[in-house]
């Protein structure tokens, strides 16, 4: 069986759903990427989670141009030195 053959095999796994919290307009982005990609958003994550695990950039040239489009659109000025700061706004506008 040829590499592609293989690659593209299903491979069962048992999902379960989670009730994750996101930033709000980081998942805008993740959602508008995923329907760009006609996938669903739960795909999404998993394909990028694996790639972190091996070390390798979940998108190419092409979706990472689309991606700084939609953080344009959505208003979405974090990047990666934002990771593990980010805070609950509580209300009045501060921080929790």
């Known amino acids: ?18 009730g994750m919290r996101m930033e709000k307009r980081l998942l805008k982005v993740l959602k508008a990427m995923a329907e760009y990609r006609d996938i669903s958003l739960g795909d999404l994550i998993e394909g990028i989670c694996l790639h972190a695990f091996d070390g390798k950039l979940p998108f190419d040239e092409v979706g990472r141009e689309k991606i700084a489009k939609l953080k344009e659109i959505y208003e979405l000025d974090l990047d990666s030195t934002a990771s593990h700061r980010l805070a609950d706004r509580i209300e009045g506008g501060g921080e929790q």
């Open 1 to 18: 069986m040829a590499k592609n053959e293989t690659s593209r095999q299903r491979i069962p796994v048992e999902r379960v759903q989670t």
